[in-house]
């Protein structure tokens, strides 16, 4: 089977959309403004290569009580909006990713798209090809990026953007077969096993990686498919930072930034404990 992983924003959405919204708030607060050219487009898309949908938006952040599509139209009209032009279009909407337990504000749960995909693989064994179409960095998805068919908010400088018609034909090469996905064994690699092991109050999160609170600030250290690379990733309220980690000394820096260690002789008596 394969599926398309869609975000709505800057997907089924441009900027003339969020323009116009934004100048008629109040006429016509709760729309979503979704628009019908773009589900047009997806329906060819997802007919002409045998695609089912599944949802990475945000917007799917509080589809845990979503229990039918009368609780979808009570709790969230967009998801309603979404529910309705996805079947007046015949697109096959097989399901949403699973929100990974990430650390930080409610607001940026949903930015590591990429673990909610690995989670939504490892549940979904019958999955054999995917492509992921958001208009996100391919920065912020690092180990997914080769399926990523990237859109704009504003493609031509007008306005216009999100899926547009030269999609239909682009989105062939993104259509990749999965890779294998790891969860187990993760201390394999030397660097994640010491940092885990390290006396920074790390919690083990097991497949999905180290977690470490601070204060406001939460890290979260996580690791590629193949195990090779440890990224870190930090949120506090307002901002999202991701990075790679080529050594216990760049470890060591990412806490001395936020004050967890804040000299070499503290460094020294906590390294001799682990």
Known sequence: MKVLFLDIDGVLKDDNCFQYETNHFDEYKGKSFLLEDKFKILSEICKKYDLK??????????????KSIKDVEEDNPGLYELHSLLNKYGIELYGYTPDVPNPGKPWCQNMCKEYDIEAFLIEHPEVTHYVIVDDVSENDIYTLQDHLLKT???EDGLGNGGLLPHHIDDIKEFIKPREEVIPENMEDNPLYKKIKYSEFNVKDFQSFGLFIDVGEVKIHISLSFDKSTVFYHWYDE?????????????????????NIVDDKENIKKLERKV
């Open 238 to 258: 307002y901002e999202y930072q991701r990075g790679v980690l080529h050594n216990y000394d760049e470890f060591l820096d990412l806490l001395r930034y936020f």
């Open 53 to 66: 949908v599944v949802v990475t938006s945000a917007w799917k952040c509080d589809i845990s009580k979503v």
């Open 152 to 154: 704009k908010f504003d």
